[in-house]
C-alpha cells in the first residue's frame, strides 16, 4: 500500500462538461475526505465519508457536486456542468477515525476549466 | 468562528538562521493544532502535532492559549526546509487549514 492514490492528476475540460475524479484511501481507514485547494489557499473541507456514509457536506458543496463511496473503500467525486470556478486543486485525504485525527493526503487532482 | 490564521504568506531566511512560521487560531474550546508540510512535487503531510509535543526535523511548536498561537520554529534553517507549510486546526471531523506560508531558504 503506497497511500492514498487519485486519478487523474490532471484534468482540462471544457466549461458545461461534467468530470469525474475517483480516490483510494489507504486500505484499513475507514473515514475519507474531500478538500478543494485554490491558488494561494490552504485546502477547504468539502465532505467526509465514514465507510460508505457521506456524514457532513460543506455549503462549498453546491448542488452541480456529487461524492459517494458505495462500498466503503474508493470514492468518487463528479461535478455536473463544470464552470471556470470549479478550476482546482481537489485533494482526498482518509483517516483511521476519531481518536487518530491525522490524516494522509493524496497527490491531488488538477482541475482546469476553460 | 473556528479560524487559523497565517499573517506571511512568504518568509525568506538565509541558511543556518533561525525560523519562526506564526500561527493564529480562533477555537472555542480546548484546540488541537498541526502543522501540515508540502514539499516541492510531494504531497501534504502531517509534519507535527502540539499533542504529541515532539520535535521533527527540528522543528519545534508550542501550543500558547494566552495568545491563541501555534508558532513553528526552527534554531537553524536547512536548505532542505523549502517548502509550503499549513497550520491546521482539526474541527469536527475535518481539518481547518491556514492559508498557508512558503518558507524559502536561502543559501
Known amino acids: 500500500d503506497t497511500g492514498v492514490s487519485q486519478d487523474p492528476r490532471h484534468k482540462i475540460t471544457k466549461r458545461g462538461q461534467n468530470v469525474t475524479f475517483r480516490c483510494d484511501p489507504i486500505s484499513e481507514h475507514n473515514r475519507l475526505y474531500w478538500y478543494r485547494q485554490t491558488l494561494g489557499q490552504g485546502p477547504e473541507f468539502l465532505t467526509y465519508f465514514q465507510n460508505e456514509a457521506q456524514l457532513e457536506k460543506s455549503r462549498l458543496l453546491s448542488d452541480r457536486f456529487s461524492a459517494e463511496r458505495p462500498k466503503g473503500s474508493f470514492s468518487t467525486l463528479e461535478i455536473q456542468r463544470t464552470e471556470q470556478g470549479d478550476s482546482a486543486m481537489y485533494l482526498c485525504?482518509?483517516?483511521?477515525?476519531?481518536?487518530?485525527?491525522?490524516?494522509?493526503f493524496g497527490p491531488g487532482t488538477r482541475l482546469t476549466v476553460l | 468562528a473556528q479560524r487559523v490564521t497565517q499573517p506571511e504568506k512568504l518568509l525568506s531566511v538565509f541558511k543556518g538562521a533561525p525560523v519562526e512560521l506564526k500561527c493564529n487560531y480562533s477555537y472555542s474550546g480546548s484546540p488541537e493544532l498541526f502543522w501540515y508540510v508540502q514539499y516541492s512535487r510531494q504531497r501534504l503531510q502531517l509534519l507535527l502535532r502540539h499533542i504529541s509535543r515532539e520535535s521533527i526535523k527540528g522543528f519545534t511548536a508550542d501550543l500558547n492559549k494566552g495568545e491563541t498561537s501555534f508558532h513553528l520554529k526552527k534554531p537553524f534553517a536547512q536548505e532542505e526546509d523549502s517548502a509550503m507549510y499549513y497550520c491546521?486546526?482539526?474541527?469536527?471531523?475535518?481539518?481547518?487549514f491556514g492559508k498557508g506560508t512558503r518558507l524559502h531558504i536561502l543559501p
Open positions: 485525504a482518509s483517516s483511521l477515525g476519531v481518536r487518530n485525527r491525522e490524516q494522509f
Open positions: 491546521a486546526l482539526p474541527s469536527d471531523d475535518k481539518i481547518i
